[in-house]
């Protein structure tokens, strides 16, 4: 007598179900289940797989394994999936990230008045920085930066900061995955002129980009760490090279090190020692 076919499976995943291999498919639907999720109150596993283009079986291992980590969880009363605390949780790393702006505005604005520049905050993602944040020069040439706009980290006064402030291996990967395109002639295109320059920066608190990215134009950039000392975001200034000199950098260099450590402070976060990239 032929055995009888097992249950869809139903209801709360058991706990000792074993997430599957780590593969880059299974870890893209398991995001693509959390991201319906996301749009909706509460959703059965049947429409949530038909949803997700998924058979019931895979979505519900997929469903186990972000349950396991409380990215979602099981509503008993209405056989219902729904969002976990953990995705709530992680979620919030976001804005926290956007509070370094919003903290920073006000030194932005004494930044700006002090040098006559336009001063950015911006923050790292994936090997770039964002810029979230802006104050502009009122000179008539100026520095302009759309929020939102991504730039390379090798060839921006605040990338180059943050680069400094992490370790050599994981700048590296950074190199690996993004290369070091060059810009200008003055594009730090070799790794080894690169970390020469990023020990500099690191010794002295606040990187340059001299015309690393635009002809013309340089930035002073300086990094701002969380509380666990990691460094997540970065205060700038860019103007002209007439207006920012060898003088104008040595002077104001240390004053966009201190605006950096200021916004450190505000958004409880620590600067530690560091290896750096040497």
Not at 188 to 196: D, G, I, M, S
Not at 211 to 233: H, K, L, Q, S, T
């Amino acid at each position: 007598m032929p055995a009888a076919p097992l249950p869809r499976p139903r209801g709360r995943p058991r706990a000792t179900h074993a997430p599957e291999p780590g593969a880059v498919q299974a870890l893209d639907r398991a995001l693509g289940l959390l991201d319906i999720l996301a749009r909706s109150d509460g959703i059965s596993l049947s429409e949530l797989s038909h949803r997700a283009n998924l058979a019931p079986s895979s979505a519900y291992r997929l469903l186990t394994t972000l349950a396991a980590r409380g990215f979602v969880e099981f509503l008993e009363r209405d056989q219902q999936w729904a969002i976990g605390v953990e995705a709530f949780r992680t979620g919030m790393a976001f804005p926290r990230r956007f509070s370094i702006a919003t903290a920073g505005r006000g030194i932005m604005q004494e930044l700006t008045h002090t040098s006559g520049e336009t001063a950015n905050i911006a923050i790292f993602e994936n090997g770039e920085i964002v810029f979230v944040s802006q104050i502009e020069s009122l000179e008539p040439i100026r520095a302009f930066f759309r929020t939102g706009e991504r730039r390379p980290a090798h060839a921006s006064g605040t990338g180059k900061a943050l680069l400094a402030e992490m370790p050599r291996a994981a700048v590296e990967r950074i190199i690996n995955t993004k290369g070091l395109p060059r810009f200008t002639e003055k594009t730090l295109v070799e790794p080894q002129a690169l970390f020469a320059d990023l020990a500099l920066a690191h010794r002295r608190g606040w990187a340059l980009d001299d015309e690393e990215r635009n002809a013309g134009m340089r930035c002073i950039g300086a990094a701002v760490f969380n509380e666990y000392g990691d460094p997540v975001a970065g205060i700038s200034i860019s103007g002209p090279v007439a207006r920012l000199d060898d003088a104008a950098v040595a002077r104001l260099g240390p004053l966009v090190m201190a605006s950096a450590a200021e916004i450190t402070r505000l958004v409880g976060g620590v600067s530690l020692p560091r290896a750096g990239a040497t």
